[in-house]
């Protein structure tokens, strides 16, 4: 097993300069935050940003 990698929630797109959300199933943790408190959170993020309206045409929903 691999230990625990940090990553920020928020980057910066390289691109567009816009900030965007990174999550997924492998969040287990957020810094700053008890260990429920962290998954609650990571829950309600993946729960929002993967909602059918917020999806790309044409990307799966496994993508």
Known sequence: MYPPVGWPLI???PRSGRSVLWVGQP???VSGLS?????ALACGLL?????????LRGVPASA
Do not use: F, N, S
């Open 47 to 55: 729960e929002h940003a993967t909602q059918q309206d917020l999806r």
């Open 11 to 13: 980057r910066t797109h």
């Open 27 to 29: 969040l287990c943790r």
């Open 35 to 39: 260990v429920a408190e962290g998954r």
